[in-house]
């Protein structure tokens, strides 16, 4: 049999060193590993326990039951089970609901609300947008709510998509969405995915609280937390036209930051697993930003064919968007 | 460090009494296998930063799915395809956020580290790290589990379900290239010859 090259030189020594300094850490990581299980009983374990259990021992087991409904999951595992219960999902609608508040100058706010549905196979999207600007928010007599955008966006693989302006009353087309990895900006899908991929981390968890009816429970998580934090998604709505001035930016749902190395706060329900709302906050030195996607229904049979869009009555279609040069 | 197993408790008692909810059994479970579970996160992930991260993952994410696994006795494999996936997951956003320099700076970190020991090995580890990232898999997987396992060869090629033989292949190609990438010749005076 070959024998084990073993010499001692620099290479094994240097690589001995690197890995006892892990291997020293071995207890440590241990012991975090069974406190994470301690307080997180996986359920099939007890029901197999209950399966086992005497009949005179049922006071005992209800017990056990009674305990492990009350106990909260620990952070890593309740992300888990999120992450295997999004892994399932295959469409669900939402809405988003962002609001942006700048005091620099005289102050003004920008509410967007977005309502909208995905399909996993093929990948469609359908949403509105509507975003209303209060000026002058930092002086005695603010401006006027107005209404300054309302679109719509019809998104199918394969097909080209459409956008509607609903105030101004045109429409035109965009190019075929790719892949559900490219829709992200006014949709929870590039959260989700990174979810489902499980790439994040658990910074802590947020506790409960009631939301939509229901307990929901809180988990402060890091989207793709192996680099520095950079400014992965809007914070300053410089796309936001001043008053008076025209809007340059449909804010495409297609297009739009991936969420990277964002802190987001996870609500979700633990009956099915499933998040009830995702929470994000960016601040700055004149402005704060809060962007929020509820309402969710997951799994709702949408037929592919409603994502599939038809030029309204009366509506002019463009032969190319009016913001996009390169389109 | 480990605990020495009970030489009467097998896997499959491990995994049979982790179910009925005991968890030091898990951590048994824990002691005997984190040594394959490091090596399998270091080769296929590249990360050595990453390894203590991904082992706990790997590790919470088998007990959670404890349940589905049918063969008890073959946990040991088991996990491993856990670590495995774990590791290429984190791979894969690792490629999607090009952070190639992030293990740079791993590395960087683990020598600056007040822990560090001599400041003469300091380099001579960073540049061995580096230089496994261009080992095949295999021997990356290889030298990582002799390392983890404290350079006992029958543990190390246990730990990651090698044969002997498959497992000696594997490290001293491993070495080999290495010390040719770091200029160390197997002939060089501190060079001792030790029996495996």
Known sequence: MTEIDAQNDAVVEALKAAHDRVSLRHDAGRRRLLDGLATDPEPSV??????????????????????WVA??????????????????????????DETYASTEGEGRTIESVFE????????CLWGTMKLWESPATATEHPGPRRLIVDVEEFHRAGERGMII?????????????????TMRGGTPVAIISKVQGRRWRVLRELGKKQLEGREARGLLIFLDGSQPAVDAAPGKRDDVPAEGEEWTDTGDLADGADWANTEVELWYDPQTDLPIEFVNTRTGDDFETVTRYSGFDWNTDFEPESFTPATPEAYRELERSPFADDE | MPDSPSPAESDADRVRSALAGDREAFGRLYDRHA??????????????????????ETFVRAYSRLASLRKPEGFGEWVRGVARQVARERLRALRRQAVTTTNRAAVEGLASSPESPRADHLDETKRALEAMRDLAEAERLAVHAYFFNEERSAEA????????SGFYAAFNRGMARLRRRLGVT??????????P
């Open chain 1, 116 to 123: 909208g549905r995905w399909r996993r196979e093929p990948v």
């Open chain 2, 35 to 56: 040594a394959g579970v490091r090596a399998v996160a270091g080769a296929v992930s590249k990360d050595w930063d990453a390894i203590e991260d991904l082992t706990q």
């Open chain 1, 46 to 67: 007890l029901r197999r326990g209950l399966l086992f259990s005497s009949v005179g021992a049922t006071a005992l087991v209800a017990a056990f039951v009674l305990l």
């Open chain 2, 186 to 195: 197997p002939d060089s005076p501190s060079a001792v010859r030790r029996s």
């Open chain 1, 165 to 181: 302006d609903h105030l101004k009353r045109h429409c035109w087309r965009t190019p075929s969405i790719g892949s559900e990895g």
């Open chain 1, 71 to 96: 106990s909260p999951p620990s952070a890593a595992f309740a992300m888990e089970r999120v992450a295997d219960a999004l892994q399932r999902v295959a469409s669900f609608n939402y809405r988003m």
């Open chain 2, 157 to 164: 090629a246990r730990s990651i379900g090698l044969s002997r």
